[in-house]
């Protein structure tokens, strides 16, 4: 208990500052992945240190908070003369001097920085436009970005800059309101500052040797020319998550991929509710290849036959029935332990063991806030110790039952 309290009472802080590492000790950053480089830049020059020694957790979604402070440490950290205008920051805050600055340079106004708020790409560009002088450039060409919107010009410039190109060369997106990541956002600075030069430390000899346990799966990272963004090793399973919009220019691929494992006799099942969510599945008489959509994630999950049809349920309704609420168990990995009706809402459970982080828990904590739900407070019994957020007449419990499990509690008024 006393270890998910400490836990739970750092989901309700700022995100902390880790002490420096390399980013080639991180082991969610990999040689090869495309926020490697900018990754390295940025802990390098003292950009970001990561979110704890050994993550740098690119996936999670970037705050208002951070994005300002990585581009004010890139600006160098000019002090700001002014005192300060908000009545939601205060000195102990590590974004307190960005916060400041940023307000000086016209980056933000009001008397509200709300440092928690997800960072959208348009938001992104529009911050690093405006510190660089709100620069005159052309009209952005893309069919999503309109020509009065206000964050057109930066959006325009910073594809002139080439700090990002859209999302779709095919149909001419940039995804204004799509969320950003904090890889994406280191990269989009180390860009801005003009991808300088970076001392890339020798890379250790690695096991290739990740599919030994399923030799007739053909290894689907050397078929696509992908690196996985994350990958787990578990209970005689194997997991590969890859980013989505990589997955998706290369959907062609994706189809020759299980047109192979057809003719390796590991045919189509069908669609599945199963302990990893709603899955495709393609088997034989012994092993399982799924696939999964995590959030902004692409999964291929290998095991065997007998595993799913011991973990299959069909009266679990994967928050089917609360689809507003962010899935704790897509969004980490964990198998679904529970997942009932219960007379004043539903309950989901999981195992919590040792890979459920400091990370973990702001992470979903970000994700119920970007879902619109606002955190309302905390409070505890004898069995549990909980956050609740809420949105309108949903409530949300977050937080311990018992001595080993993770749940979330959804309400309906």
């Not at 020759?256 to 969510?277: C, D, P, V």
Request: aromatic letters at 12%.
């Amino acid at each position: 208990m006393k270890r998910f309290t400490s836990l739970l009472l750092a989901l309700l802080l700022c995100l902390s500052l880790a002490s420096p590492a390399l980013a080639a000790e991180f082991n969610d950053v990999k040689a090869g992945d495309y926020c490697y480089i900018p990754v390295l830049w940025a802990v390098e020059n003292g950009i970001t240190s990561g979110t704890s020694k050994t993550k740098f957790s690119p996936n999670d979604t970037c705050t208002v908070g951070e994005i300002l402070t990585f581009l004010w440490r890139a600006e160098g950290k000019p002090e700001p003369e002014r005192e300060n205008p908000f009545t939601d920051v205060t000195d102990k805050d590590f974004f307190a001097s960005a916060a400041r600055w940023a307000h000086e340079k016209g980056l933000v106004s009001g008397d509200m920085f709300q440092a928690d708020t997800p960072c959208s790409r348009s938001m992104a560009v529009t911050y690093m436009w405006k510190a660089a002088g709100s620069p005159e450039t052309g009209s952005a060409d893309f069919t999503d970005v309109a020509a009065d919107a206000a964050y057109a010009p930066a959006v325009s410039w910073a594809v002139e800059k080439k700090i990002t190109s859209g999302t779709s060369d095919r149909d001419k997106t940039f995804s204004p309101d799509k969320l950003c990541t904090r890889g994406e956002i280191v990269t989009f600075l180390y860009r801005y500052s003009g991808s300088p030069k970076v001392n890339v430390p020798e890379q250790p000899k690695e096991d290739t040797k990740t599919y030994a346990a399923f030799p007739s799966v053909p290894d689907f990272s050397a078929f696509m020319g992908l690196e996985p963004v994350e990958s787990r090793a578990e209970s005689g399973s194997l997991a590969f998550y890859y980013d989505l919009e990589e997955i998706n220019v290369k959907e062609k691929s994706v189809k020759a991929y299980k047109e192979l494992l057809e003719r390796k006799g590991i045919a189509y099942i069908g669609s599945q509710e199963t302990k990893y969510g709603p899955v495709l599945i393609f088997g034989d008489n012994d092993v399982a290849v799924m696939f999964i959509l995590v959030g902004d994630k692409f999964g291929i999950i290998i095991t065997t036959i007998e595993d799913i049809l011991t973990s299959t349920n069909s009266d679990t309704t994967y928050y089917k029935e609360c689809p507003e609420v962010p899935d704790f168990g897509a969004m980490t990995g964990l198998p679904l332990q529970e997942a009932s009706e219960r007379e004043d809402g539903w309950y989901y459970a999981y195992n919590f063991d040792d890979s459920v982080t400091e990370e973990t828990l702001k992470a979903y904590g970000r994700a119920l806030i970007a879902a619109g739900f606002e955190y309302v407070g905390s409070g505890s019994n004898q069995l549990s110790i909980f956050l609740e957020f809420r949105k309108g007449s949903t409530t949300v419990l977050f937080g311990e039952f018992g001595a080993a499990t993770i749940a979330v509690a959804v309400y309906s008024e």
